[in-house]
T-cell receptor, first 114, second 111 residues
Framework: DAGVTQSPTHLIKTRGQQVTLRCSPK?????VSWYQQALGQGPQFIFQYYEEEERQRGNFPDRFSGHQFPNYSSELNVNALLLGDSALYLCASSSGLAVTDTQYFGPGTRLTVL | EDQVTQSPEALRLQEGESSSLNCSYT??????LFWYRQDPGKGPEFLFT???AGEEKEKERLKATLTKKESFLHITAPKPEDSATYLCAVQAIGSQGNLIFGKGTKLSVKP
């Protein structure tokens, strides 16, 4: 049973560029959440996708956008990159129909902005 | 404002020396409290979900407990492979999926 997968593993960009990160959820899951984890901090919620729509959003600017595809996989896009966007980006999947949706995390994408 | 505070920030134990990690939370209504383990540079690995005060869950050397204000992760006779950062997160009633995390406790177990 494949868990949550993310690509790429590492990414280096320069300020002002745009980046796309990808996530495939755990088998049987239909909901994808994205988190940003700065060094030494806990993950911070960016947004959640369910049925191809953004269901909830955290306190992140519009430069952060996402998409969910019919096969439940998801993309996170970040425009006009800033140095402060350097972080580990985590994708988590869960079942939208569960009473309490325990989220299972992928290995993350390490983004470095120079 | 919903928030989670974990203590201590770091904990160094000798192999076999039992201890507890604390997670204090403030939330309008608790839907669930989650414990994760995170190794350096990796994604969090799910450990436990607790739903209501008085609930306890165990897995190998780990035991999680929950009260109305805090949760404890008890580690019995730890081994070096238990070294990791342990993260606590809460989900509020009415939240569609937003997990609110603490900063974590970094545990080091020396042989």
């Amino acid at each position: 049973d494949a868990g949550v997968t993310q690509s790429p593993t590492h990414l280096i960009k320069t300020r002002g560029q745009q980046v796309t990160l990808r996530c495939s959820p755990k088998s049987g899951h239909d909901t994808v959440s994205w988190y940003q984890q700065a060094l030494g901090q806990g993950p911070q919620f960016i947004f959640q996708y369910y049925e191809e729509e953004e269901r909830q959003r955290g306190n992140f600017p519009d430069r952060f956008s996402g998409h969910q595809f019919p096969n439940y996989s998801s993309e996170l896009n970040v425009n006009a990159l800033l140095l402060g966007d350097s972080a580990l980006y985590l994708c988590a999947s869960s079942s939208g129909l569960a009473v309490t949706d325990t989220q299972y995390f992928g290995p993350g994408t390490r983004l470095t902005v120079l | 404002e919903d928030q989670v505070t974990q203590s201590p920030e770091a904990l160094r134990l000798q192999e076999g020396e039992s201890s507890s990690l604390n997670c204090s939370y403030t939330v309008s209504g608790l839907r669930g409290l989650f414990w994760y383990r995170q190794d350096p540079g990796k994604g969090p690995e799910f450990l436990f979900t607790l739903y209501s005060a008085g609930e306890e869950k165990e897995k190998e050397r780990l035991k999680a407990t929950l009260t109305k204000k805090e949760s404890f992760l008890h580690i019995t006779a730890p081994k070096p492979e238990d070294s990791a950062t342990y993260l606590c997160a809460v989900q509020a009633i009415g939240s569609q999926g937003n997990l609110i995390f603490g900063k974590g406790t970094k545990l080091s177990v020396k042989p």
